[in-house]
């Protein structure tokens, strides 16, 4: 093969819940992904020498990506290069369709994407498990971006379990032209918790009763993020739009993760429509539905 791209969606928690920090410096998490038509392509190619370039599409900017080996994807590729015992060099090529650094995994969908792009490039016999284990070493999200559907995370997040989910959800994504830093928003929520206890997570049960339901209304009453409050400390601005897509009749309205990225899911494509058009003054509206595939060879 000269090529291959690998598509590979955006992340999205249903529940994320925050567990006290560990001596490792990580917070063990309970956490309910699912992903999201939000996609990024990762084209992986034959080089003399790694390489990595970035364009975006649907108005993602990527001026702030990093093309060195600091990238997550360039990473993932030397990565299973080294234990693969592969000496051949790519040159990858990120499409962005996921915005950057707004809690919707988009770096770590880019390395679930280079993972199976060169696993497949490479002709590698590797089973699933052990990718997933590679993709674990890589961060917290990247092996729900191999998996896609919805699922449950523990450990850091990077232990994935499919969800049974019955539905199709509709959801406005609103971004913004800033950034929060996820230690920055686990920093804050350990000060919000400073002198209390905090409880082991877990995934509600009913969360998991209204995914085998299918029900959008049931889904809207569970949705849960302990990191909402810390990001609202540390961006306020954040309050106005949340209020306002919950006033333009969205079901609920939640951060994503460790945001900035609001989320406001609806009952249908049309009242998506609805919704989105009352916050188009906030930031960049996009409207997207889940559960879709993980990474998937194009």
């Known amino acids: ?80 290069a080294s234990r693969a015992g592969v000496e051949r060099p790519v040159a990858l090529h990120l499409d962005k369709g996921i915005p950057v650094a707004g809690g919707l995994a988009g770096g770590s969908a880019d390395a679930a994407a280079t993972l199976l792009a060169c696993a497949t490039l490479w002709e590698l016999d590797i089973a699933a498990a052990d990718l997933a284990a590679l993709a674990g070493e890589l961060g917290s999200d990247v092996p729900f971006g191999l998996v896609g559907g919805s699922a449950a995370g523990h450990g850091r997040g990077e232990l994935v379990t499919p969800i049974h989910d019955a539905g199709r959800y509709d959801w406005v994504v609103l971004t913004f032209d800033f950034g929060v830093s996820t230690p920055a928003a686990y920093a804050e929520f350990d000060r919000l918790h400073a002198g209390t206890a905090v409880p082991v997570p877990e995934i509600p049960a009913a969360l998991v009763e209204a995914l085998a339901n299918g029900s959008a209304r049931e889904l809207a009453d569970v949705l849960a993020n302990d990191l909402h409050p810390a990001t609202l400390q540390l961006r306020p601005e954040l309050a106005e739009p949340l209020s306002a897509g919950l006033d333009a009749s969205a079901l609920a309205a939640l951060v994503s993760g460790s945001g900035p990225t609001c989320l406001f899911l609806a009952e249908d494509r049309d009242h998506a429509d609805k919704v989105a058009t009352q916050l188009t003054t906030y930031g960049r509206v996009r409207i997207a539905h889940g559960p879709v595939t993980g990474a998937t060879v194009l």
């Open 1 to 80: 093969m000269a090529e291959v791209t690998v598509q590979a969606p955006a992340k999205i928690n249903l529940h994320l819940g925050v567990g006290p920090v560990r001596p490792d410096g990580f917070h063990p998490l309970a956490t309910a992904y699912q992903a999201i038509s939000l996609t990024s392509r990762v084209t992986a190619r034959d080089g003399g020498d790694w390489a990595l370039t970035c364009t975006g599409h649907d108005g993602v900017d990527v001026s702030g990506v990093p093309l060195d080996d600091t990238n997550l994807a360039l990473r993932a590729a030397r990565l299973l």
